[in-house]
């Protein structure tokens, strides 16, 4: 594969950047090395690898949950910018 301008120029639009000519080509350049990196890999013999799962041997060692140290509501909301006497009173941020 070959990273030409046009494919640049709709990586551009597709993530909605605007890029200089010199940016543009250091982006050419950098993308070229990393396809030319990932088929320099493609040549290796990987028949008696396993896939990796883990990065490491560690065991996670769960516990189940505990309600400890709990503020009574009236405590909590006593700090509260608005609030109605059971909940906290936030702006609203998305839009349906």
Sequence with gaps: MTITGTLISRLEHLARLELSDAERQSLQK?????????????????????????????VNVWREDQVQNQVEREKALSNAPQQDGTFFMVPKVIDL
Excluded: A, F, R, W
């Design 30 to 58: 950098d993308l070229s090395n990393i396809l030319t990196m990932v088929e320099k890999l493609q040549e290796l013999d990987t028949t008696d690898v396993e896939p990796l799962v883990y990065l490491n041997e560690d």
